[in-house]
């Protein structure tokens, strides 16, 4: 397979871990945001939308031509049917318990992450807003107290409960961009002690930032 990735991108970092996580052999290919490198034509011919993650799934396994597959849900659910072992969600025999892993991860994927993408913030800056650090940090400090919240309720050593699932894969990228922005974290403890013990597991330290070929130090 084929990932256009951007190294900071908290969208293909969430991939990165299932990729790595699954043991999925993948090629990757590093998109530079800040160089508009998703605007080439090439990239837009991929994904109209000029973003990353983009998977590329080869013609023998996606019955003889290769196929597209952008945003970051849809890349991940591919990865679950397909590479259901080991699994990030909990068994079909839990559907409520899948269902709220599902939840936990959309509170981040459309109520924190859009906030703070780098058109959103160009495009405050463009119409004169003073201050458009203020609107990821808002809405950072929003909904991971929400996250707290509803993850008392199903949380072990992970989001839901004691092995990850797609939960933690969005929430450890929130966590580094909310830190990014000046956001204080210390009102969330569940969501700390769960970055800790990701932290512990190989497929999590090999999807952060700093670990990709194309990371910048010290970041931009």
């Known amino acids: 397979m084929i990932f256009y990735d951007y190294w900071r991108s908290s969208s ?36 109209p939308q ?23 849900m849809a890349i991940l659910g591919y990865l679950e049917e397909r590479f259901p072992a080991p699994s990030l969600l909990p068994p079909a025999a839990a559907p409520w318990q899948r269902a709220r892993v599902r939840q936990l991860a ?3 994927n459309s109520g924190i992450q859009p906030y703070q993408n780098l058109p959103l913030l160009q495009w405050l800056r463009d119409v004169g ?25 199903t949380a072990g050593a992970f989001l839901a409960g004691d092995s990850p699932t797609l939960a933690d894969l969005y929430l450890i990228p929130q966590l580094y ?32 930032p700093e670990r990709q070929t194309d990371a910048v130090t010290p970041a931009p």
């Open 177 to 208: 961009t909310a830190r990014r922005f000046s956001v204080d974290l210390s009102p969330y403890p569940t969501l700390l002690r769960v970055e800790q013990a990701a932290a512990a597991l190989p497929a999590f330290e090999a999807a952060r």
């Open 129 to 153: 807003f003073a201050e458009p650090n203020r609107v990821p940090q808002e809405f950072n400090a929003r909904g991971l107290a929400a996250l707290e919240k509803l993850a008392a309720e």
């Open 12 to 47: 293909a970092w969430r991939v990165r871990i299932a990729l790595h996580w699954k043991g999925v052999p993948f090629e990757r290919r590093a998109v530079n945001l800040l160089a508009s490198a998703q605007r080439d034509p090439e990239f837009l011919a991929l994904n």
């Open 50 to 72: 000029g973003q990353v993650p983009v998977l590329i799934i080869p013609p023998e396994a996606a019955g003889g031509r290769p196929q597209v597959l952008a945003q970051s």
């Open 106 to 108: 959309e509170m981040i």
